[in-house]
């Protein structure tokens, strides 16, 4: 996520010895890419197939069957869903109707203000077991809502669906069942999830511009004006969609990825900038990181105030959806890097945003070098960052370190200015000490090593060190503080 604030300051049996088919989620993998799904056949499997309705509001039903294995080596007596609509100032109502666990009917139980719902399991599932689990849920969006920087809500005829189905929790042994409510949404993300498989059906009418999360591979539209759009993904951290019948879809193509550009219909301005910069940062990351692995990406126009990321889908804010804003640039830049650190590499946005946001940062810096060279542009925009850091620090505001939970940073200034501008700080003291390539290839080889997985602070130390050779403890210790 990027805000304003940088500037201003059905039952399907399974068990673990017969893993159902992948085949269907490798068609929105680039063909070079498609053999990676087959490594993670103990992924989560969501079946998703519901209806959305426009009225006054935005509302939505379905029926979502999971295909769950346990990856962990406890017994799991339940299986826990977050249901983020359902988090304060969201603004939105998820409702469960029915539950069943391998098609037995089961009670699910809702807490943590109705962000949780929890599916006991008797007898409790062994590691390696899966389990299949079927909720029929509601989702309403009320009209005029825009919450967490338009990640949710319903405004200027744009529906923003983030979060919209029963989210499967964490797991660790550790920490049990991810719990954390994060009221925290106007300055920072509230998800946290695990790498999974989704193939989804759903129902609008058919006056919508749409896309979502994943490779469409189905739009058969119906006698009653509406219209089924079947998705499916490869490997993704979680899922999203928006639509509206404002949207007009401009499609390029990009080291064989397809770029979809959801811009409003009523005006060009902008356009060909979004995919001049979409194209040049997937091309971009892929060359110094590691390749964009799945068919299609979309950059979407949204009432946000800044930017937000989700897997192959990312929103911009429409007030800087405009030909030569330098603005524009960076969250386009800085929302595809998200596709790196964050989606294919993900983390625990609450209790460690800095392992995305702070990354991310420093691409826009990666993207800018790429684009305009060793120029004023990039100097410029570098040494922004640093007197941003320094005029926060003269305020008397206190030099956090940047591996603490959103909650920690106490204000909305500290969380934005540690996160996001001490954060590629920190990447430019690395270079200061190892030199630009170094730095890159640490971000590659811990792009290589945690593709698909959750990251940790420890994990981004281990790569530095990799590439660097050195033991950097102690730069740790000073800028990042604890790691784990
Ligand atoms: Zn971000």
Redesign the pocket.
Known sequence: ??STCIILLNYRASCANTPLSLDLYRQAMKPEFASEVEGLTTANRYRIQATLKVDADVNISGVETVDYTNRSTDMLSDIEYRLYPNIPGYGGTMTIDSASVNTVPAHPQLSDQNTVLALALDPPLKPGESVAMTLAFRLHIPAGSNASFGRFGYQKGIISGAGWYPTLSVYTSKTGWWKDVNTYLNIS?PAYSEIGFYDVDLVMPSNLVMTMSGTRIGADARDDHTTDYHYVTGPMRDHCFMASSRYKVTTVEQDGTQIHILSYNDSQDGDDDAVRIAKAALHTFTTTFGAYPYRDYSVVENPTDG???YPGVVQVGDQYWHTGNTFFEIVVA??T??QWF?ALVGNDQVEHPWI??SL??YLEIVYLRSVYGDSDRVHTYIEGIQKRYKAYLASGSPDYVLNLPVSDYRTPVAYVLVI?TKGPLFLLELEREFGESTVYAGLKVYFEHEKYQVAHSSDIKAAFESASRHDLTALFNKWVGAVD
């Open positions: 996520m990027i993300d930017g937000v990321e800085h929302e890097g998200h964050y995305d946001e991310t940062s996001y």
